[in-house]
């Protein structure tokens, strides 16, 4: 069974470009999770899809960052805009449906690392 | 509000000697605790959680934790190192009130001494 799938694995873009995310969750996972991790800081929580519906969104940095998940499948974060203080590595996870993630398990991605020169 | 401190940003053991990476949690509510590896070009993986069941807890690859609550940590350990022990592991809390947020410290890269 394929876990999931993050594309690119590495974006270098220029400062005011724009790059779009995709992670494909594993299949039949209505759970899906952005993270992104800053160099040197922690793995931050960005938002939460639970099927095609944004549960959770409190962790957007700001509205130049646009996150997407039409049909309930695969999923698309957009920076646009970006700047400079994007550049990190961004996770996507995803887990079963009805179940919490405590009692659960979120399976995540190997990362999009995203440089902004 | 929940947090966690990973005690040591590195850690290097000889292959053979026991692992112990330091993990501090805070949480307003009753936790639930995770430890996350990740080697080298894959994703995180999840190697064991506690849930408010057993406190010592036993996952993947040999390691374990044990959930103290008197002194907050949950501190993962193996009894002898591999080499393929080698990666990134973060220690990650959620709370228990259907708050679906992972909060992850900040990482601990161990290294092995062959």
């Known amino acids: 069974e394929a876990g999931v799938t993050q594309f690119p694995s590495h974006s270098v873009i220029e400062k005011g470009q724009t790059v779009t995310l995709r992670c494909d969750p594993i299949?039949?996972?209505?759970?899906l999770y952005w993270y992104r991790r800053v160099m040197g800081k922690e793995i931050k929580f960005l938002l939460h899809f639970v099927k095609e519906s944004k549960q959770d969104e409190s962790g957007m940095p700001n509205n130049r960052f646009l996150a997407e998940r039409t049909g309930g499948t695969y999923s698309t974060l957009k920076v646009q805009p970006a700047e400079l203080e994007d550049s990190g590595v961004y996770f996507c996870a995803s887990s079963q449906m009805g179940q919490v993630i405590r009692d659960t398990e979120a399976f995540f991605g190997q990362g999009t690392r995203l440089t902004v020169v | 509000a929940q947090s966690v401190t990973q005690l040591d940003s590195h850690v290097s053991v000889s292959e053979g000697t026991p692992v112990l990476l330091r993990c501090n949690y805070s949480?307003?509510?009753?936790?639930?605790l995770f430890w996350y590896v990740q080697h080298p070009n894959k994703g995180l993986q999840l190697l064991l959680k506690y849930t408010s069941a057993a406190t010592l807890v036993k996952g993947i690859n040999g390691f374990e934790a044990e959930f103290k609550k008197s002194e907050t940590s949950f501190h993962l350990t193996k009894p002898s190192a591999h080499m393929s022990d080698a990666a990134e592991y973060f220690c990650v809390v959620t709370s228990n009130f259907g708050n679906e947020k992972l909060t992850f410290g900040t990482g601990t890269r161990l290294t092995i001494i062959p």
């Open positions: 949480s307003s509510y009753s936790p639930s």
């Open positions: 299949s039949g996972h209505d759970n």
